[in-house]
Antibody, heavy 121, light 111 residues
Framework: QVQLVQSGAEVRKPGASVSISCKAS????????MNWVRQAPGQRLEWMGW????????RYSLKFQDRVTFTRDTSASTAYMYLNRLTAEDTAVYFC??????????????WGQGTPVTVSS | DIVMTQSPLSLPVTPGEPASIFCRSS???????????LHWYLQKPGQAPQLLIY???IRASGVPDRFSGSGSGTDFTLRISRVEAEDVGIYYC?????????FGQGTKLEI
């Protein structure tokens, strides 16, 4: 069965960086675009961008494009998100989610369990 | 960016009764191929969102048939024919017609 398993909770100080991993299983990793979505406390879900595992191409939301990097390791079926210059406003749960483009539905059909990131001095 | 607006934001319901959630987009989500790139999710407490409805009206695998979606263009509705206790959580609409993808504010369904 399809599974996306993310790395564990992180605590960082303002100005620091964080990286989160998302290991995929149960499907061909390179066939589906991997998205990253975050949810700050009490806020709506917020799309950050995606990485195409087959090529490494990325697309970032303008809000994050100067601070975020998405990469992937196809041999490990794992996607990574790096976010730098953290502020308290980056305190959120970060999700990876698979974009179902193969069937042309373009929905996020499978999600990781979420990785809480706390930014505090 | 496309703005997604849901209503109501809070929805108290009685088990066995119907419920409806509305989602309006600031631009049409109807693509040239005839599909509406509007999807509905349920986020239960402490969990990741789970896909309920895709392309406006198609139930995802394993989703009970008491859930249905309708609408086209800019106005969409999620209906629950008979609410059950397990349906509590926050419902979100989301579009994927163009990037950036955006979500509604969420509708909290409470028994």
């Amino acid at each position: 069965q399809v599974q996306l398993v993310q790395s564990g909770a992180e605590v960082r100080k303002p100005g620091a960086s964080v990286s989160i991993s998302c290991k995929a299983s149960g499907y061909t990793f390179t066939d589906f675009i991997m998205n990253w979505v975050r949810q700050a406390p009490g806020q709506r879900l917020e799309w950050m961008g995606w990485v195409i595992p087959a090529s490494g191409d990325t697309r970032y939301s303008l809000k994050f494009q100067d601070r975020v990097t998405f990469t992937r390791d196809t041999s490990a079926s794992t996607a990574y998100m790096y976010l730098n210059r953290l502020t308290a406003e980056d305190t959120a749960v970060y999700f990876c989610a698979r974009l179902n483009a193969l069937t042309k539905h373009y929905d996020l059909d499978y999600w990781g369990q979420g990785t809480p990131v706390t930014v505090s001095s | 960016d496309i703005v997604m607006t849901q209503s109501p934001l809070s929805l108290p319901v009685t088990p066995g009764e119907p419920a409806s959630i509305f989602c309006r987009s600031s631009q049409s989500l109807l693509y040239s191929n005839g599909d509406n790139y509007l999807h509905w999710y349920l986020q239960k407490p402490g969990q990741a969102p789970q896909l309920l409805i895709y392309l406006g009206s198609i139930r995802a695998s394993g989703v009970p048939d008491r859930f249905s979606g309708s609408g086209s263009g800019t106005d969409f509705t999620l209906r629950i024919s008979r609410v059950e206790a397990e349906d509590v959580g926050i419902y979100y609409c989301m579009h994927t017609v163009e990037t950036p993808y955006t979500f509604g504010q969420g509708t909290k369904l409470e028994i």
